[in-house]
């Protein structure tokens, strides 16, 4: 997938009998998904034009373009799905897109590389960055706090962190 599509909501599976599907929302404000349509999958085959629905468990009822049952609906489940770059509002400077930090490298405050980001995470307290790093079998959670990660410098693609003694050995 490349960087012009951002992830903003995946298919929670089929809501009743009449082709509307569960869609959960991975934006700041959840109602505005319906705003960045077309929605695409993630390979770019298929697009959807949303409407959404009443709030329902974790997430919205939702009318997918071309979706008319049950079972085309449930064979969404799992979809993910993805908007123009350019639809998505403008962010403060302090603020990313997860996508923009997959694949950064990440030194510490002394220049020394700890990994590259694999993906960023969150479990409910906050964001965590899943570090692959060099001479580790397996990844590394880092905290994405400011007091932890004071630097992202999107243009130079590289993230400066200051992790607490011991998070990475």
């Not at 697009?47 to 609906?73: I, K, M, W, Y």
């Amino acid at each position: 997938m490349s960087g012009s599509r951002i992830c903003v909501g995946a298919i929670a599976g089929a809501y009743g009998v009449r082709g509307e599907v569960r869609l959960k929302s991975f934006c700041a404000e959840p109602r505005a998904l319906g705003a960045y349509g077309p929605l695409w999958t993630e390979d770019g085959r298929r697009s959807f034009d949303v409407t959404l629905g009443a709030q329902v468990a974790q997430g919205f009822a939702a009318r997918l373009s071309d979706v008319r049952t049950r079972e085309d609906a449930e064979a969404l489940r799992g979809v993910r799905l993805f908007a123009p770059r350019e639809k998505l509002p403008a962010l403060p400077d302090d603020e990313f897109y997860h996508t923009d930090l997959i694949g950064l490298e990440v030194f510490d405050t002394g220049g020394v590389p700890l990994g590259r980001v694999k993906a960023v995470l969150n479990h409910g307290a906050s964001d965590l960055l899943e570090l692959v790093t060099p001479g580790q079998a397996g990844a590394v959670l880092v905290p994405f706090t400011r007091a932890i990660v004071p630097t992202v410098d999107l243009s130079a693609r590289r993230i400066i962190a200051d992790p607490p003694e011991g998070l990475i050995e």
